[in-house]
């Protein structure tokens, strides 16, 4: 059995006005400690995706219809008691900013300790030495100085730390990561990284990636999903997504890395931007920015096949791939 | 999402104004507050005309009508709302009493607005240490009630004239004091909208162009500070309007022959225990409602032009 | 820490000054001393004597600087009317005026934070809509108004509780008559401190609404959620103790317009307080009252922001690693 299956999800956004989809028929699977990567621009969804899972959209985002699975237990019909309990304790979520997701006016060690204690019924003293093990197990020096401090007191890779060791603290099944090296320097984002990869492997636990950055996630993740206007477009390895992109938006995610292109030559940009939630175009979505858009993109939805390479929803390949069945007939 | 957009107000443009004006007229609360303010206004600036009797004339009082209840409870129908203990009609008293107090309101935010704007101009604009003294004054005035200044200077006033003089002057004294001690909120709002636009390219676009320091101010940051000084304007006008209240009642503001709405409510106070309540509770509802309006077209405006106000 | 207190210390003798200045410069400029002290009878002469002997003709700031030294000593001048040291005359009456100082807080913490948590937490529930509607309504009832219809609806139609004065008081540690400990007292109480606190209750909860609604908008919020914490957790432990930050700041401020408001409604409901004491010395142009009254409130005024800027201090841990640094 998966360990999460997310099928057919709609996540719409209440306003005033309309009702605005944010997410449009999203479908994945994630098997016990398997590390896939959620990737695409700003706005692409893939924030909501990660909150829906917990039910922690917001307001006035909710989740329309559709299923989340955690092994048999359906998530979207759970009320607040029973995602208490599933939160923190089987999925945990590492934020983008770590500035900003440590209460400011809490030690860092009422925050680990209210974790624990949230979910087992264990003394006070227990719950710090779990705690203060697992701020070892981050690399912290000093736990003990560490744990009655305040979070201002902290670097931001500290408190990253701290985060990670948090999300530890309950041994959860899932741990899904929104951008946990964004808002970090560059020397202490792959630090970071390291950890978190060696925490999901050591442990044996599912991580779901969220980044814009196809270079973080190839060091990371097995599986990759793109997404584009809160549509899945391409799910597949991730090295074959990366070595052979499929979509025209993977591939120009992709082009975009600074790694891929020389120096002194211009960065390859994507024209345009992702279109916003009440702007969203007819057919497949990316057609206005996609080079080789035709008429039928304008009109019609692609679905998904199977390229060889990976999933993917696109016209240009569904009709290269039927050229070659013809090709193949033929040749028959 | 993540990434909001920078910040691409444009300076406001008529078509803003517009599209502000017709999600005003659709807002049947904010409308019918502008519709009782503009009647206020209205029958304040007419009083003379409206009111059924010659507040000047001195036969308007006559002992012989005092404490006569509105009609609708004594069915008299020459008072409409009734007498006070003089016997003057409680009507034209009140009409008088709002007009006065709108006049003191709106002079001393004015005075106010005047001094505010400079003052948060040359803190905004010129910065560095002019910047920090003022702002630092306006820490201090701020954190004595304007109230509790307002109450001080007056009583200060009132003994130093004596109470007949003061009597001559109290108007003058009322917006005087009131106008010059709330300077700091408009300073403060017009201080941060200046820093705000003064990151704008615009503003170094016209430095470039060689135009003068003051000529930018005046010409180019004042029109965008426009919204939120709209806005402390309306709220300021309603507290300066308590605020003279509060000092009339208080025996500090307008003398009971020329009474504002305070100085009514104040008077008819003695006369609730025996039963006149009218005399009281009339100009109560009358400057209760009027504050009332005022402060929703306040929060109208500023949930609606959203400009960068202070919480205090 | 110490640079902190220093800082603040610096700031309180500050504003003493400007205030000890503007009391002495009200002494000086109104009523003659000699005047009040000697009948018509005496001569010019006399009285230009007198003035000598008094250090009357002696120059602004010595003057300044005698009357200074008096008020640190606590001689702030004779009431006129009282025949009384002025200090004597207004600590007499400062009882009276903290207990419905107090009083009013007490009414507006117990009130105003659960009203405004609430109307945060759930914004479309009817209940809030019903206390924000109410608040801003209130917002806009001057607090002397507020007073009137108390008294005229409990006092004079209900007949539920007295209107004026302050009842019987009992004697606690020898100097401080209290009202806190007899039915009657209490009774007494009870409509100056709601008009008191309900005048000052819609600003609070309006300010403890918006600043929660934003806390709970924030990350570490999000944060607190994703772990599966209770909501009363997660609303009582993390959102309100950030919610409470700006509050302390606005309440302090408010401290002030508590002052004025305390003149008001002493003078309505005649309680025998402070403020109603100024007014009848303001009334009677007794001079030493009026600016002894306006030093020990700019005391009392300059303790609340200490007092404050230290709570704050205490609640706000950012503060207080500034303060290690220094």
């Known amino acids: 059995?998966?360990?999460?299956?997310?099928?057919?999800?709609?996540?719409?956004?209440?306003?005033?006005?309309?009702?605005?989809?944010a997410l449009i028929d999203v479908s994945f699977t994630l098997n016990r400690g398997e590390r896939i990567a959620i990737v695409g621009e700003s706005g692409a969804g893939k924030s909501v995706l990660g909150f829906s899972i917990v039910n922690l959209i917001g307001k006035p985002g909710y989740i329309h219809s559709g299923s989340i699975k955690l092994e048999d237990k359906e998530l979207t019909s759970m009320n607040a008691r029973q995602l208490q309990a599933i939160r923190g304790k089987r999925i945990a979520m590492i934020f983008q900013d770590p500035m900003m997701t440590l209460n400011p006016v809490l030690t860092i060690g009422d925050q680990l300790v209210e974790a624990i204690r949230n979910h087992t019924k264990i003394s006070y003293k227990d719950a710090r030495s779990i705690a203060i093990e697992k701020l070892h197990h981050v690399q912290i020096a000093s736990p003990e100085k560490r744990f009655d401090q305040y979070p201002h007191e902290l670097s931001g890779g500290m408190r990253q730390r701290v985060i990670i060791a948090s999300v530890l603290l309950l041994n959860p099944d899932i741990i899904i990561a929104d951008e946990p090296t964004t808002a970090l320097d560059v020397t202490i984002q792959a630090e970071i990284l390291q950890l978190l990869l060696a925490i999901c492997r050591d442990n044996g636990v599912a991580l779901v990636l969220i980044s814009h950055d196809l270079g973080v996630v190839s060091k990371v993740a097995e599986r990759t999903l793109v997404m584009y206007a809160g549509q899945i477009v391409e799910e597949g390895p991730t090295l074959e997504i990366i070595n052979d992109p499929q979509h025209p938006y993977t591939q120009g995610l992709l082009n975009a890395l600074p790694q891929m292109t020389l120096p002194g030559q211009r960065l390859n940009q994507i024209q345009g931007s992702m279109p916003?939630?009440?702007?969203?175009?007819?057919?497949?979505?990316?057609h206005p920015r996609c080079p080789y858009a035709t008429q039928k993109c304008k009109q019609q939805q692609p679905d998904f096949i199977y390229s060889g390479v990976s999933s993917v929803a696109c016209f240009l390949v569904e009709d290269m791939l039927n050229e070659f069945a013809d090709h193949d007939q033929e040749a028959q | 999402m993540k990434y909001p957009k920078k910040d691409l107000i444009q300076p406001m443009s008529g078509s803003r104004w517009q599209h502000i004006w017709s999600g005003f007229?659709?807002?049947k609360l904010a409308v019918m507050a502008l519709i009782i303010f503009a009647f206020y206004c209205i029958v304040a600036l007419l009083a003379p005309l409206v009111a059924p009797y010659d507040?000047?004339?001195?036969?308007?009082?006559?002992?012989?009508?005092?404490?006569?209840?509105?009609?609708?409870?004594?069915?008299?129908p020459r008072f409409l709302f009734g007498t006070d203990a003089q016997g003057r009609d409680l009507l034209s008293v009140i009409l008088y009493g709002t007009r006065l107090s709108l006049t003191i309101g709106l002079c001393a935010v004015l005075i106010q607005a005047t001094l505010g704007i400079c003052i948060g101009l040359a803190a905004g604009y010129l910065g560095g240490r002019i910047d920090n003294f003022l702002m630092r004054c306006a820490d201090i005035q701020l954190s004595f009630s304007n109230m509790m200044v307002a109450i001080v200077f007056l009583a200060i006033f009132q003994s130093l004239f004596g109470v007949a003089m003061y009597q001559q002057l109290a108007m003058v004294m009322l917006i005087l004091?009131?106008?010059?001690?709330?300077?700091?909120?408009?300073?403060?709002?017009?201080?941060?909208?200046?820093?705000?636009?003064?990151q704008k390219e615009y503003v170094d676009a016209a430095r470039v162009m060689g135009l003068s320091s003051k000529r930018i101010m005046f010409r180019h940051i004042l029109p965008n500070t426009l919204s939120p000084v709209l806005v402390?304007?309306?709220?300021?006008?309603?507290?300066?309007?308590?605020a003279e209240a509060a000092l009339s009642f208080l025996g500090l503001g307008m003398p009971a022959t020329e009474p504002s709405l305070g100085s009514l409510i104040s008077a008819g106070f003695a006369y609730m225990f025996a039963g006149s309540w009218w005399i009281c509770v009339l100009p109560s509802m009358t400057l209760i409602i009027l504050i009332l309006v005022m402060n929703l077209l306040g929060d109208w405006l500023r949930d609606h032009l959203n400009p960068r106000t202070y919480k205090d | 820490m110490v640079i902190f207190i220093l800082r603040r210390l610096l700031q309180a003798c500050f504003v003493m000054i400007i205030i000890s200045l503007i009391s002495f410069a009200i002494q000086d400029k109104l009523g003659d001393p000699v005047q009040q002290m000697v009948g018509m009878t005496v001569s010019q002469q006399e009285r230009d004597q007198l003035r000598n002997e008094l250090g009357l003709n002696d120059s602004f700031l010595s003057q300044y600087w005698r009357f200074a030294q008096g008020a640190i000593q606590g001689d702030l001048g004779t009431s006129y009317y009282y025949?009384?040291?002025?200090?004597?005359?207004?600590?007499?009456k400062l009882p009276a005026t903290l207990e419905l100082a107090f009083s009013a807080i007490f009414i507006i913490i117990i009130v105003a934070i659960p009203c405004g948590v609430w109307a945060a937490i759930k914004p479309k529930h009817p209940v809030s809509r019903l206390i924000m509607v109410v608040s801003s309504i209130g917002l806009s009832i001057p607090i002397f108004?507020?007073?009137?219809?108390?008294?005229?609806?409990?006092?004079?139609?209900l007949n539920l509780a007295p209107s004026f004065g302050r009842g019987e008081t009992t004697n606690i540690f020898g100097v401080w008559e209290s009202g806190f400990f007899t039915k009657d007292g209490l009774r007494h109480l009870l409509l100056p401190s709601m008009a008191l606190a309900i005048a000052l209750m819609p600003i609070f909860i309006r300010l403890i609404r918006a600043e929660m609604m934003e806390v709970l908008q924030s990350e570490y919020i999000r944060f607190a959620w994703s772990k599966g914490l209770s909501a009363p957790r997660i609303y009582f432990k993390h959102a309100l103790k950030n919610t409470m930050l700006p509050v302390i700041t606005v309440g302090g401020i408010q401290a002030g317009t508590l002052v004025a408001y305390t003149i008001l409604t002493e003078t309505i409901f005649q309680w025998p307080g402070m403020g109603f004491l100024f007014m009848d010395a303001v009334n009677r142009v007794d001079t030493p009252l009026v600016s002894a009254y306006l030093i020990v409130v700019g005391g009392i005024f300059v303790v609340t922001n200490t007092l404050v800027d230290l709570i704050y201090g205490l609640v706000n841990p950012t503060v207080r690693l500034a303060s290690h640094g220094l």
């Open chain 1, 1 to 21: 059995m998966n360990l999460l299956s997310v099928s057919n999800l709609h996540v719409n956004f209440h306003m005033k006005e309309r009702e605005l989809a």
């Open chain 1, 276 to 286: 916003s939630l009440a702007e969203r175009p007819s057919g497949c979505a990316f």
């Open chain 2, 25 to 27: 007229v659709g807002d």
């Open chain 2, 55 to 76: 507040v000047k004339d001195p036969a308007f009082m006559d002992l012989m009508n005092a404490e006569i209840a509105p009609m609708w409870i004594s069915g008299d």
């Open chain 2, 177 to 198: 004091v009131i106008g010059l001690t709330e300077w700091p909120l408009f300073a403060r709002t017009i201080r941060a909208s200046v820093l705000a636009e003064r």
């Open chain 2, 232 to 242: 402390i304007f309306t709220v300021q006008i309603a507290n300066a309007i308590v």
């Open chain 3, 83 to 92: 025949k009384e040291p002025a200090l004597d005359v207004i600590l007499d």
């Open chain 3, 145 to 157: 108004i507020v007073a009137i219809l108390l008294v005229y609806v409990f006092s004079i139609e």
